[in-house]
């Protein structure tokens, strides 16, 4: 039975419901309209748009194999492993000779070390990045909302834009409300 796009706003098939402005239809199959790049249609199985510099996109081919898919990642005007392959400055590079870092690639053992704006710093978990661009020691000064606030993170947590002591009753509820443990509940737990 032969249906036109035009024609039909809803086409009930099972469970599912087709409307015209979303599908179109191909001998009685209904078909999602094709992805669209720099105002062309590609297909999204075996391209990726990508930004290829300078704001400017293009759909590129896809030359990885089919168990790197799930970590395919544009780099430039390639597509890489993510898993494998890191990206500076639209080159791609093998993760195990260095880390990106103030657009830069820097010899440096990207298990031990991290980039936070131009800085590289040591991975650790008393170190965190915040807001892109500050190494934060969580033992002196905690990242809340992307500013730095001078209270230490081992008796401090971030609560919405401010610090909260970690002893005593008060408990973040959700991303920043602040609640009496003792004779409150937070229904976000």
């Given at each position: 039975m032969p249906f036109s796009s035009s024609s039909v706003q809803l086409l009930l098939a099972g469970l599912l419901?087709?409307?015209?402005?979303?599908?179109?239809?191909?001998?009685?199959?209904?078909?999602?309209?094709?992805?669209?790049?720099?105002?062309?249609?590609?297909?999204?199985?075996?391209?990726?748009?990508?930004?290829?510099?300078?704001?400017?996109f293009e759909a590129v081919q896809i030359e990885?194999?089919?168990?790197?898919?799930?970590?395919?990642?544009?780099?430039?005007?390639?597509?890489?492993?993510?898993?494998?392959?890191?990206?500076?400055m639209q080159e791609p590079f093998p993760l195990s000779e260095g880390v990106c870092c103030?657009?830069?690639?820097?010899?440096?053992?990207?298990?031990?070390?991290?980039c936070c704006g131009d800085a590289l710093f040591e991975?650790?978990?008393?170190?965190?990045?915040?807001?892109?661009?500050?190494?934060?020691?969580?033992?002196?000064?905690?990242?809340?909302?992307?500013?730095?606030?001078?209270?230490?993170?081992?008796t401090h947590t971030c609560c919405g834009m401010g610090a909260l002591p970690m002893a005593g009753a008060e408990r973040c509820c959700g991303p920043r409300s602040v609640y009496d443990s003792t004779s409150q509940s937070c229904c976000d737990e």
């Open positions: 419901v087709f409307h015209s402005a979303l599908h179109h239809f191909c001998d009685a199959q209904a078909a999602m309209p094709a992805p669209m790049c720099a105002g062309n249609t590609y297909d999204p199985f075996t391209m990726m748009c990508c930004d290829t510099g300078g704001g400017q990885l194999p089919p168990e790197a898919l799930l970590f395919a990642k544009c780099c430039g005007d390639m597509v890489v492993d993510n898993s494998t392959s890191g990206c500076c103030g657009g830069e690639l820097q010899p440096a053992d990207p298990t031990v070390m991290e991975k650790s978990p008393m170190a965190a990045c915040c807001g892109g661009h500050t190494v934060v020691d969580l033992t002196e000064e905690i990242c809340c909302a992307n500013r730095v606030i001078q209270v230490p993170g081992t």
